[in-house]
């Protein structure tokens, strides 16, 4: 299965705003279906970016899936792609470069974008 990062920011916005003190059982995301969500809920748990994730399968099948909250470093990233034109200008500008959709990089570029809005804002304080 290949990564999407839409979904993983779509997942880490959902957890932000769904969790409470345990876990999330069978995390729903409109246009994906169980296994991707499953999927991206595990990888981003390797990655760091969520504290835990769990799984249940019967069968070889996937029967149900658990993950818990966000961790420091996955606020973090969130903080800096929550934005739908960073999020959209990150995109764009890895396309147009043709940058490898990977976690570095989208963190990478995404921090720029950001520094640079925190910059122009500065600027138009004095």
């Not at 899936?65 to 999020?87: A, C, M, P, Q, Y």
């Amino acid at each position: 299965m290949k990564r999407d990062m839409d979904l993983i920011r779509k997942i880490l916005l959902a957890i932000e705003d769904q969790f409470v003190d345990v876990v999330l059982y069978n995390l729903e995301i409109e246009g994906y279906d169980l296994k991707t969500v499953a999927y991206h809920c595990k990888i981003l748990n390797d990655a760091g970016l969520v504290s835990d994730y769990g799984s249940q399968y019967g069968d070889g099948e996937l029967l149900s899936f658990g993950v818990s909250s966000l961790t420091w470093e996955g606020h973090e990233f969130l903080d800096k792609i929550r934005d739908n034109n960073v999020w959209n200008k990150t995109k764009e500008v890895m396309t147009e470069k043709g940058i490898p959709f990977v976690l570095d990089a989208v963190k990478q570029i995404a921090s720029s974008i950001v520094s640079a809005m925190v910059e122009g804002a500065i600027k138009g304080i004095k």
